[in-house]
């Protein structure tokens, strides 16, 4: 990482970005379908990655989706990713999305997740990505489960290249 100069979390972030639910968004039970939910997070953690690396990035990792709660019609949720941390050439970023229904302000936390992504140079190489600089204790915080989500992912991989493709079946 010593080429490129760290950047602080605020760089890259994204508060709040505004989609609005329409009837095409839902689900055969009348809520918002998550796979679009979790497309939407992966395309703006995308942006949060190539922001901060500068570079061409690829979704690596997916963890920790959590849906804590419906959307349902006529709600607007608001997307928000961070990067957390960065390894190398890999990235985690935060996302949090919250429905809003749009005639009362009242408010839900949906869901939380991460994403992995993975810098490349020109010939789709890992590329070295810059530090992240935590700029505040809640961000602190983020940075420091970050470490703990990336062993536990490492374990996890390790564990599984042990398993050969005929136990699997």
Known sequence: MPDKPSKPVS????????????????????TVFGGMIMAKCDRLALVVAERHSTCVCVTA?????????????????LFSLALNRSWGSSMEIGAKVVA??????????ILSAF???????ENDRPADV?????????????????????EGRLKTRAELAKVTDDDRD
Do not use: C, W
């Open 130 to 150: 810059p530090a992240v600089i935590p700029e505040t204790a809640k961000q602190r915080q983020r940075f420091e489960n970050a470490e703990i989500r990336r």
């Open 61 to 77: 990792a997916v963890d920790s989706i959590h849906f804590r709660a419906p959307a349902k019609g006529n709600d607007t949720l």
């Open 115 to 121: 994403f992995t992504f993975v810098a490349l140079d």
């Open 11 to 30: 760089a890259s972030a994204i508060e709040k970005h505004v989609y609005k639910v329409f009837p095409n968004d839902m689900n055969s039970h009348e």
């Open 100 to 109: 809003e229904n749009s005639y009362t302000g009242e408010t839900r936390h």
